[in-house]
């Protein structure tokens, strides 16, 4: 096989002018080039860059090291040369938050979302407008706490199988290993469901395992789950079709 240079090659940069009330001149909003995180990207040198850094360094000369690209014009989709600037990554977020398009704290459904989610922190720092380091502070928080008990906290959201709220645990992580939000009790790590269990109902019956009637192991309302025994365990994952069969018909 040749090399694919096709694939490679630039497409054009086109854009519309829209007025801009920020500043004078308009705004070009690129119309060529598809977008990721909500600026259009191009390929140059196997690198993907912002069109706008793109467009910048047709006029002013090569990028400086380590710059973000500050958009004078708060306009993601411009990418008029006069409209943008390097600035550092600090003034950048900086300015963000003063206008209120970062948002410095994280909601409890957010928090949720991140102990659930295979995503990276940066990613997620994308997708929810923070910094980084808020989302790495959240999933820390909630995993790694070390020492004396805390105190779980939860979200109520509506519960389709039952007619109560689920308690979605919004302070104790989960794993990729386990999917229950777990709290450490003295030294043992135990589910935070089976924790709030017990602060209602007493100890934990011996051998029994969890049963969730509402099916949601984000879920910690202790109205939701119950001991049970294995077998009625695996009888109810049978009956929702979570259990795969090992090959036996
Ligand atoms: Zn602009
Ligand atoms: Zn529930």
Redesign the pocket.
Known sequence: MTQNTGRFSRKEVTYIEVPCPRLGTPCWNCTSHSLANKRPTILVDRKRISVAQYMWCQYHGPWPDGMDVFHECHNNLCINPDHIRPGTRSENIKEKIRLGIRKLKLSAEQISEALLSPLSATELAEKFGVSQMTVVRARTKAGQYRGGLREPTYIEVP?PA?GT???NCTSHAVTRTNPYPNILVGDKRIRVAKYMWSKRYGPWPDKMEML???D?KL?I?PD??RPGTQKENVQEAVERGRFKHGGAK
Do not use: F, Q
Request: aromatic share 8%; with cysteine.
């Open positions: 519960c039952l709220p689920c308690w969730h009637a509402c949601n879920c309302n939701h789950i």
